[in-house]
């Protein structure tokens, strides 16, 4: 796959099967993320989106095949450990601290680093790229809206000063306006140098931000290729772009 793209590869999977009891959740599936850029999953609900993701994070364990990050073999490592080499991941949901502030909140994503002066800059840029957490930082999780929550969520991974992010439904009920400012915030985190691994029911969305896009399809890469490519396919546009 690096030869075909043409680009370092960061992050492969190579023929991954995840089982919950005897049910295949993943069959076989192999993707690569190069040093760069977006990298987009889409596919309807139950494909594997999510358990692609945990698989990643070491939060599901494989019964075949490897996943390398960086020329090193990390499946069946802990998350912790995978946190620690550099994948971040921002699950579906959200899923902030409600009582703990929006500063508190940020804080948690660097509990793996000792680099207090680095820790502080983090949080500088954390809050210059969110204005909004700026301005509450001392405001209770919870009293926070859906978009705002979602900006924390991404804020406090990036705290861990990633190699790679993991977004899982990073859009999911958030107002049309809110979705364009997470479309910017992803199209920016890339830009600045971290790749991204987005999964996303908003296919639309999704294949106009990556390069580079699979569709799932009950557990197994059913398409691949340029996310341009893919946005004008005849499959993908009646099965996920309403036609």
Same mark, same amino acid.
């Given at each position: ?12 999977? /190579? ?9 295949? !959740? ?9 040093? @760069?850029? *977006? ?6 609900? @139950?494909?594997?989106?999510?358990? #692609? ?10 019964? +075949? ?19 620690? +080499?550099?994948? !971040? ?46 301005? +509450? %930082? ?10 705002? $929550?979602?900006?924390?969520? *991404?804020?406090?991974?990036? =705290?861990?000063?990633? /190699? ?8 999911? @009920?958030?107002?049309?306006? =809110?979705? $364009?400012?997470?479309? +910017?915030?992803? #199209?920016?985190?890339?830009? %600045? ?5 987005? &999964?996303? $029911?908003?296919?639309? =969305? ?14 197994? &890469? !059913?398409?691949?290729?340029?996310? @341009? ?15």
């Amino acid at each position: 796959m690096a030869e075909r793209t043409g680009r370092a590869m960061l992050l492969e999977l /190579r023929d991954i099967e995840v089982r919950y009891q005897k049910v295949a !959740a993943l069959k076989g599936v192999s993707m690569a993320v190069p040093a @760069g850029g *977006i990298v987009t999953i889409i596919g309807a609900n @139950g494909a594997g989106k999510t358990t #692609t993701l945990r698989a990643i994070s070491g939060l599901e364990p494989l019964t +075949r095949g490897e996943i390398h990050f960086d020329d090193a073999r990390i499946d069946g490592r802990p998350p912790e450990e995978i946190v620690r +080499r550099g994948i !971040a991941h921002v699950p579906e949901g959200r899923r902030v601290f409600p009582d703990l502030t929006v500063e508190e909140n940020l804080r948690t994503g660097a509990f793996l680093r000792t680099d207090k002066a680095e820790i502080e800059a983090s949080l500088a840029d954390v809050f210059a790229r969110f204005p909004r957490l700026a301005e +509450r %930082r001392r405001q209770w999780a919870r009293s926070m809206s859906g978009g705002e $929550q979602q900006m924390l969520a *991404i804020g406090r991974a990036l =705290m861990s000063a990633p /190699r790679v992010l993991l977004l899982d439904e990073p859009s999911m @009920g958030l107002s049309p306006v =809110m979705v $364009q400012e997470i479309a +910017r915030i992803v #199209t920016d985190i890339s830009a %600045r140098g971290t790749p991204v691994v987005l &999964v996303e $029911q908003n296919a639309e =969305m999704a294949l106009l931000l990556a390069q580079y896009a699979y569709v799932l399809e009950t557990g197994a &890469v !059913a398409l691949e290729g340029p996310a @341009g490519d893919l946005h004008e396919n005849d499959h993908v546009r009646r099965a996920y772009l309403g036609g």
